[in-house]
């Protein structure tokens, strides 16, 4: 019920005029992880004015990254006591929906940098995805749409190598370090026979015993 309404405050307050206030930014801008990696990205905002609260859409590639979970950031709280809806992951379509936050009460919005929240992934597959801001809203103290810009981030996904690969590593490491060993002996080899070879016309002679 909660949810609903504070959806519904926004949507309501949509078509308010709007106020140009910030930049809302997914960071890091362009990570690169690695298969089976878990990692977290923030949506952050800067240049703040009068933030009251927020409802927005993020989007990403399900056959790439796997959302995990949605957390509070703690800009929006340090103007008093909010309500905070994480979004609704779908990790088919690659979308996290109605995530939102709001202030609670007849407060004032929040001023400057800060994070609204976090979002934890996991690396999939190799390749690249962005993850977007979208169906944005904010709001200042007085219910007016504050119009934001928005960044977006990129994450990189690097593989892994096969097993086959790293044993054909290890090989031939392997293999180098016994070439060097036995070029090494050779060479101590050479060295000995050259300086125990006697002199050119000089038999070499049994001691008696």
Known sequence: MR??????????????TSLLAGTISVLPAAPTETVGQSFTLS?????????YGYQFDLGFDSTVL?????????????GGPTIFIPGTINNVAGS??????????????????GDLLDVSFQ???AGSSSVQLFNLIALDSLGLGL???????????????EPGTWLLLGSGAAGLFAFRRRGDRQRI???????CRPPAGVVAQSRPV
């Open 3 to 16: 949810t609903r309404q504070v959806t519904s405050v926004f949507w309501l307050f949509a078509a308010s």
């Open 43 to 51: 949506v952050d905002i800067s240049g703040a004015s009068d933030l």
């Open 66 to 78: 796997k959302a995990t979970s949605v957390t509070d950031g703690a800009f929006l709280g340090t």
């Open 96 to 113: 996290i929906t109605a995530n939102a936050d709001i202030l609670n009460g007849a407060v004032s919005g929040v001023n400057g940098n």
């Open 123 to 125: 690396a999939l597959a």
């Open 147 to 161: 119009t934001e810009t928005t960044s977006n981030s990129t994450v990189t996904v690097t593989g892994i190598p």
């Open 189 to 195: 080899g050479a060295h000995t026979q050259f300086h």
